[in-house]
């Protein structure tokens, strides 16, 4: 049996919590080595095992910019039967087409709050880049495809420094005004703090923009990752993002270490009472299988504090 926290809720928290895993997209895109495709195929199943039920599968991006995700076409099939959502990243019509072709019954654009990172990820200015997601976010939606719209850099950019709250609220609005069912807010670099993350959810509000239309991506750059998604669970956030291990980064964003590790947060949410639906004993064995694969240790403490316990694990 795994060890768990003893759950003690807090108010004005969510009961529930959905988990967007982004282990095998965010997470293996940064990979030195490229993970043999029946390797990816067998983490999205067990990440489904464990109990997560929207895991981000791939990227149909060009094979030259993320080749670490170049197997797209071969991926998808082999976990396209699994019954969970298994979103996919499409940067425009010609992403859009390649995952359409495979049924794929998710997708997500990726804007950015800054023009040095829009134009280091896809070539485009902000405004370039809204305009190539419009005809991606029109057709998913006709085809009755689910849009999530990313938006990365919402607290801080590693050329341009901080990124105003302002900046951030314009290319959420369009992202929702064009039509995305959702947003992700990234700290691609990991500098968020908490009172930045309640300021700039509030604007937000105030531009309109509703807090069950938000998710939140924190990178653990700065060991920030778990306060920030529990100021934004207080704030009335339901959708957390997060990667098995720890696993992630960005290749565009050199400053990008890994995303908050799935294990750190469903350990946090279980001692809050708040229900994932993760079975955390699967995940960390999940994590530690996939770090033996990549022949080096999950950074995430919470796999490494359960690994190393050699006690029988009992609940406390
Ligand atoms: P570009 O070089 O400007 O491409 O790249 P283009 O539009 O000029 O097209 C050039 C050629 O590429 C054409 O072929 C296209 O057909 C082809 P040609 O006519 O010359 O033979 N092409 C494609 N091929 C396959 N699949 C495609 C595709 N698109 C064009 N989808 C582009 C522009 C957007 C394609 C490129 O910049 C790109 O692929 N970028 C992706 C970068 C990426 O995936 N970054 C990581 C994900 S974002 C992230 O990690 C952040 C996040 O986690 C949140 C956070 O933490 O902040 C989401
Ligand atoms: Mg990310």
Known sequence: MT?????????????RVRIHEVGARDGLQNEKTTVPTDVKAEF??????????????????????????????????????LDVALPVLVPNERGLDRALALGARGVAVFASATESFAKA????????????FEPVVARARAEDVRVRGYLSMCFGDPWEGAVPVEQ?????RALLDMGCHELSLGDT????????????????????VPT???GVHF???????????LAALQ???????ASAGGLGGCPYAKSATGNLATEDLVWMLRGLGIDTGVDLGRLVATSEWMASHLGRPSPSRTVRALAASTQPHKEQ
């Open 44 to 81: 999205v199943r067990r990440l489904a095992d464990a109990g997560l039920t929207t895991i981000e599968a791939t990227s149909f991006v060009h094979p030259k910019w993320v080749p670490q995700l170049a197997d797209a076409e071969q991926l998808f099939p082999l976990v396209s039967d």
């Open 235 to 241: 704030h009335g956030v339901t959708t957390v993002d």
């Open 3 to 15: 060890t768990l926290p003893m759950a003690v809720p807090a108010p004005g928290l969510p009961a």
């Open 121 to 132: 990820n896809l070539n485009r200015t902000v405004d370039e880049a809204l305009a190539m």
């Open 219 to 229: 990178h653990d750059t700065y060991g920030q990752a778990l306060a920030n998604t």
């Open 212 to 214: 069950d239309a938000l």
């Open 168 to 172: 951030v609220v314009r290319v959420c």
């Open 189 to 208: 670099i990991g500098v968020a703090t908490p009172g930045h993350v309640r300021a700039l959810l509030t604007a937000l509000n105030e531009q309109g």
